[in-house]
């Protein structure tokens, strides 16, 4: 039995699946404007956040969120070091007419060891609000070197306001577009063993999806891809 909240397999995991089409008005990859300093909570920060103009970066600020060097070399190695095994005796899965996800193997996973419970939960602290609840089962995502993320708004029946993921082994760039004007698109910079989370209308207003290879700049900038595991911590959805 797959677990009720299950976000794997699911036929609406998915709300919009737009395709990968480049944007229209706009040029994939442009350097575009940087979130401003006094808008993001660091200056630090600002630059892994890029968008089409100041409106729609005035529309997601303190909705989207990149944290650099969110965990160490050594937290990243002791979260592959468990996910591996059970990753690996997956296999990939390329070309389903109907996935949102092209060349990915993924797993679930609700019990950790001891040091990786102690990462997921940093993540946690810094990812929701006291109180708000949240999905137990931590999503993996494995996607290969040539493997890609297609557009689409996680299903708001099984997932909440918030979207916190970390990001292992690979670099790779984060593209989210308004579902409501699609010339106003930001692009979030995903470093290796960093933490992006996305609240609000980033995650209900926007689609997002990970560039593939070739497609993958930022700032105007190429981000070479390979493999990348995202691990993903999500809230619930309000009861009804
Ligand atoms: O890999 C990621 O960080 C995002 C994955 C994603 O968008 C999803 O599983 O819905
Ligand atoms: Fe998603």
């Given amino acids: 039995m797959r677990p009720r909240f299950s976000l794997l397999w699911s036929p609406v995991r998915f709300k919009a699946l737009l395709g990968s089409s480049p944007l229209p008005g706009s040029r994939p990859g442009a350097p575009g404007l940087a979130l401003s300093a006094g808008r993001s909570r660091s200056a630090g920060r600002s630059r892994l956040v890029v968008g089409s103009g100041p409106a729609v970066l005035e529309l997601v600020s303190g909705q989207v969120e990149v944290r650099e060097e969110f965990i160490s070399e050594e937290e990243e190695r002791e979260l592959l070091g468990e996910l591996e095994p059970v ?9 389903h007419w109907d996935n949102a996800i092209h060349g990915y193997r993924e797993t679930e996973r609700s019990h950790w060891s001891e040091r990786n419970s102690e990462t997921l939960q940093r993540v946690r602290d810094v990812a929701f609000p006291p109180g708000i609840p949240q999905l137990g089962l931590v999503h993996v995502l494995d996607v290969d070197k040539g493997g ?5 708004v996680d299903s708001v029946k099984f997932c909440g306001s918030t979207i916190a993921g970390l990001s292992l082994l690979s670099p790779s760039v984060m593209r989210l577009v308004s579902e409501q004007n699609q010339s106003d698109w930001v692009d979030l910079m995903l470093l290796r063993r960093s933490l992006y989370i996305l609240r609000g209308a980033a995650r209900y207003l926007f689609t997002h999806q990970v560039l593939k290879e070739g497609d993958s700049y930022f700032g105007g900038v190429e981000v070479p891809r390979g493999r990348r595991i995202s691990v993903i911590c999500r809230s619930l959805p309000s009861a009804a």
Wanted: hydrophobic share 20%; net charge positive.
């Fill in 87 to 95: 990753l690996k005796r997956k296999r990939y899965q390329f070309d």
């Fill in 148 to 152: 890609y993320i297609k557009p689409h």
